[in-house]
């Protein structure tokens, strides 16, 4: 198997420090975990922003100083969200990338939808809808293809990656493509298995490359099976608040940490950045 691709979500843009209190918000603080997570084995890095007040923004100033950061302290794979949060224009959201021209950014590649309902008082805690019509999803592939940015193609249900294939059809998407199956997500991919995973990657065009990111208690089983699979992974703060079941993670290398040593019990040896960078078709810095 090719080495292994570890990618850490520092941030996001749904769970604060009121979830918990290690992570992190502010850029000095992603900069700081981004380093650390170097250190531990990781080759890239998935970047949400907030604002001064915590709340997700897509301020490209924001983003730039965040990139500037970890630039300077690592030769890291960057890849920044274009997902932001709700409250966030699809124009704010693709910003960033004509004006920081980012190697990696991610890119949901059609509408999603997920809800969290409290049977006990029966209510909705959350409810939410992402709507993109295939115009919006045309907009930021060519955003995207324009300022030479490689999308990591977000996958919350098979009929994506037909998606996927449409807008390669008509030139807004170029070959190979890079995929993200994120499982465990209530309205989507709700069922993480080995089964479902295996159809998903085995669905891919051919010359893909692909990542498992696995929500909540989903995120180390899964990340298990990808990496049996010949696939990569995604782990950290974003997708998941503990380390292990009830105990809450100081901080993202510990995640890191902890996949370097599943790898390695089950030989495979983990990628470099400029080793990331030569598995996914980017220039190396």
């Known amino acids: ?92 959201r693709i910003g960033m990338v004509p004006a920081l021209k980012p190697e990696l950014a991610s890119f949901n590649i059609g509408s999603t939808m997920t809800g969290r309902y409290d049977f006990e008082n029966q209510k909705w805690l959350s409810d939410f809808t992402l709507s993109q019509s295939y115009s919006d999803l045309e907009m930021i592939a060519r955003a995207m293809l ?24 008509i030139g807004a998407i170029v070959k190979p493509m890079h995929f993200s199956f994120v499982m465990g997500i209530p309205g989507q991919i709700n069922t993480p298995t080995p089964k479902h995973l295996l159809y998903l990657s085995e669905s891919l065009p051919e010359g893909s490359t692909w990542q498992v990111i696995g929500i909540g208690v989903h995120q180390f089983p899964m990340a298990t099976m990808g990496m049996l699979l010949g696939g990569h992974v ?33 030989g495979r040896p983990i990628a470099t950045p400029d080793e990331a960078r030569d598995i996914l078709g980017l220039k190396k810095r």
């Open 146 to 169: 324009e300022a030479g940015t490689k999308p990591e193609i977000e996958i919350y249900d098979p009929g994506m990656i037909n998606n996927a294939l449409l807008f390669e059809k």
């Open 1 to 92: 198997m090719e080495k292994l691709i570890i990618t850490v979500a520092l941030t996001g843009a749904q769970q604060g420090k009121g979830a918990n209190p290690n992570l992190p918000e502010q850029p000095e603080e992603i900069i700081q975990q981004a380093i650390e997570c170097w250190r531990a084995g990781a080759a890239a890095v998935h970047v949400h922003a907030r604002d001064r007040e915590g709340k997700p923004t897509a301020a490209p100033e924001v983003f730039g100083e965040i990139v500037d950061g970890i630039k300077a302290k690592t030769d890291l794979v960057i890849c920044l969200s274009t997902g932001g949060a709700a409250k966030i224009s699809l124009q704010e």
């Open 234 to 266: 995604r782990v950290g703060m974003e997708d998941n608040l503990y380390i292990s079941r009830g105990i809450m993670a100081e901080n993202n290398a510990q995640f890191v940490e902890k996949i370097v040593r599943i790898a390695g019990e089950i």
